[in-house]
């Protein structure tokens, strides 16, 4: 994507060189020109990587044939049509209109709420010079990054990285430190917050708007909470969602060069190269990885499947080239943020750059279908909430028939067993029951619990034993409530400095996480995961990593209209017959090939990435924690060494996932300072 940047000046200074080196410090971003803006104390600046035919005819900063208005973006609408028969505009020259335009249009139209009538990726900003305030605002789903530094009566500057905010010299480098502890501890960080104290970052669907008396945001959009469809029929909604998903990749092709997908083979990547290849009126091209070493990792004969039911024309590279630190030194010049250069981190840079030689610069993704789709294994919670113990038997033993079937990889990340699917989902119900004190559904539950799996109805009963004795009024109070005594420090990850942790309270942020993992609905869980900020910040980390590489990503599973349309459906549409992510499946008929469309499960990289962790990055990894620099005094320094000697010479499987990624964070973050 192209790169936009701004200078405001509260005390009323005139702009000088300080916006060419905030530009000089994300150049990248602009291969096909730069060029900036200046009106006393307010500057703009913008860096262009043209994706689109209509970017070749940007002429940015853009500047108002009135002189009021000046604009600079980083933006491809794709609700174009809309807006031009909307505004009535002509180009009297006979050349398209620009995005940009049909932004300022929108602002000039409808002010600072203008990006609600916005579709697609973007992030702008306007010097209303009636006004004298600046105006940023950010796209729904946040796919295109806007920081900021807001340094009150002297200062507000905004930028596409945060390096290039690192230029000013009032802005420093120094630690948010409750940011710092959940990133270590691999929590989700608040929206809006960054590493750094002195830098923001806009959310999704917000607009800023800056003047010389305060900066002030305000949120144009919400996902809201699902509101599901009555009535509605498999066979209907999968025509419906065939439609909307054709709409959402066909919009994101509008291109200057050759289109590429990413290609997997799995169920996500495959369905958009599928819908991009029946569009297209030439031959696509897809980027596969393959780990010929980890055979549990290789999908490559799903690959050669889609590859010859798609037609497409297919570029390969070994999934094994990079580690996740061994181009560390190369990423860390061009991401902002070392926390972000975590677990399969390095493929992400390998598939842009893949897509940079092979002469594209628009690269189709798979992300995130996960979240949009939902595996729905929540409806097994609805399900046993509601009693319908035979309906939850039922999903749960066609469930692995089908797993039987297809019979998926050992590393399968969906791949469960039958006690862990009653542990998670049908306890829910159980616990559910005895809330509301219906002994009848209770006692139906643990027999169905117990006949479906292998835990008996003494050992469910024992569980649950205290619980429902005190539920009866008769017998309230027999037994108190087991007291978790256990001090905050239990929930401390070892590899963090235990009074740090304590300081910034992140006992409390790791259970507040936990406690936000469990909602009664497939919906409400897909719906807390689609607002989380953990979403944007992927979204804003894949953003960096494509733009290093001159490459722009695009994902139509994150379509504002279709994540919309996927909240409204019922949980069944998700999850139906032992069949996950069932209404894709249907509407992907014809467009994929069947080996994929009914594919069981989901192949992971961790094995892969993990080891290569330890074995070739293990020297590194010895060298950063003797070296933690400033990090030191956030860090144990004893298991941390402990983590790292155990991961070297027993392997990742001696540590858990947690460990292996704390560790990974670590690495980023202390390279990134060194």
């Not at 994300?26 to 990587?49: I, K, Q, S, Y």
């Not at 940007?58 to 000046?70: H, I, K, R, Y």
Request: hydrophobic share 35%; proline share 4%; with cysteine.
């Amino acid at each position: 994507m192209s790169g936009i940047a701004g200078v405001y000046h509260l005390n009323g200074r005139p702009v000088g060189e300080e916006l060419d080196r905030m530009l000089d410090g994300m150049e990248h971003r602009g291969p096909d020109g730069a060029d900036t803006w200046c009106d006393g104390p307010v500057g703009l600046g913008h860096l262009m990587l043209e994706t689109t035919p209509e970017d070749q005819y940007e002429a940015l900063p853009l500047v108002d044939w009135s002189g009021n208005f000046a604009i600079t973006a980083d933006a491809r609408i794709d609700n174009r049509d809309e807006l031009i028969k909307t505004f009535d505009v002509r180009k009297p020259d006979d050349r398209p209109i620009t995005d940009t335009e049909l932004i300022l249009e929108a602002y000039k139209r409808w002010g600072r709420d203008c990006p609600k009538k916005l579709l697609g990726a973007f992030a702008f900003a306007v010097w209303d010079g009636r006004s004298r305030k600046l105006v940023c605002g950010r796209d729904h789903m946040g796919f295109n990054p806007l920081y900021y530094a807001h340094l009150p009566e002297r200062l507000f500057a905004f930028a596409t990285e945060m390096k290039a905010l690192l230029k000013l010299s009032p802005v420093r480098d120094t630690f948010n430190v409750h940011t710092l502890g959940r990133r270590l501890a691999l929590v989700g960080a608040k929206k809006g917050e960054t590493i750094y104290r002195d830098i923001q970052i806009l959310p999704s669907a917000t607009t800023l708007t800056a003047s010389r008396a305060e900066a002030r945001d305000s949120k144009y959009w919400t996902l809201k909470p699902p509101s599901l469809r009555q009535n509605s029929e498999i066979e209907d909604e999968a025509a419906t969602f065939r439609e909307q998903f054709f709409d959402a990749v066909a919009c994101r092709m509008r291109r200057l060069s050759p289109i590429a997908a990413e290609l997997s083979g799995g169920l996500d990547s495959s369905s958009v190269a599928g819908t991009a290849s029946a569009i297209s009126d030439s031959k696509i091209h897809t980027i596969s990885l393959r780990f010929d070493s980890f055979p549990e990792c290789d999908e490559f004969e799903y690959i050669k499947n889609a590859v010859k039911y798609i037609k497409t024309i297919p570029h390969f590279d070994s999934g094994e080239k990079y580690s996740r630190l061994s181009n560390i030194s190369e990423i860390l010049n061009y991401i902002d943020d070392g926390t972000s250069a975590v677990g399969s981190h390095h493929t992400v840079w390998q598939r842009a750059e893949i897509a940079n030689e092979i002469g594209t610069r628009v690269l189709l993704t798979g992300f995130d279908g996960d979240s949009t789709i939902s595996h729905g294994f929540e409806y097994l919670s609805e399900l046993s909430r509601r009693g319908n113990w035979e309906e939850f038997e039922r999903e749960v033993e066609n469930y692995f028939r089908n797993m039987k079937k297809e019979n998926p990889p050992k590393n399968d990340q969906l791949n469960i067993s039958k006690e862990s699917a009653v542990r998670s989902y049908g306890y829910k119900g159980l616990q559910k029951h005895i809330k509301k004190r219906d002994y009848i559904k209770f006692v139906k539950g643990v027999y169905k619990l117990s006949k479906i799996s292998k835990i008996g109805q003494h050992q469910i009963y024992r569980r649950f034993g205290r619980r429902l004795i005190n539920s009866i009024p008769v017998l309230g109070g027999i037994f108190e409530e087991k007291i978790d005594k256990t001090g905050e420090e239990e929930n401390i990850p070892s590899i963090i400095d235990t009074e740090f942790a304590l300081n910034v309270n992140l006992p409390k942020a790791i259970q507040t996480e936990e406690a936000h993992r469990n909602h009664p609905s497939v919906r409400e869980a897909q719906w807390a995961l689609l607002t989380s900020g953990r979403m944007e910040r992927t979204l804003e980390s894949l953003n960096h990593y494509a733009a290093a590489n001159g490459i722009e990503l695009r994902h139509p599973f994150m379509d504002k209209r279709l994540v919309e349309y996927c909240l409204s459906l019922p949980s069944e549409m998700s999850f139906n017959n032992g069949w996950s992510r069932l209404i894709l499946r249907k509407a992907m008929h014809g467009i994929i090939p069947e080996t994929i469309r009914w594919r069981f499960g989901k192949t992971g990289f961790y094995s892969a990435t993990s080891e290569a962790f330890f074995e070739r990055d293990g020297a590194l990894l010895r060298e950063v924690v003797e070296n933690l620099g400033d990090l030191e005094d956030f860090i144990d320094y004893s298991a941390a060494k402990s983590i790292v000697e155990k991961g070297i010479t027993k392997g990742p499987s001696a540590l858990s996932p947690t460990e292996v990624g704390q560790l990974n964070v670590l690495a980023g973050l202390v390279l990134q300072r060194g």
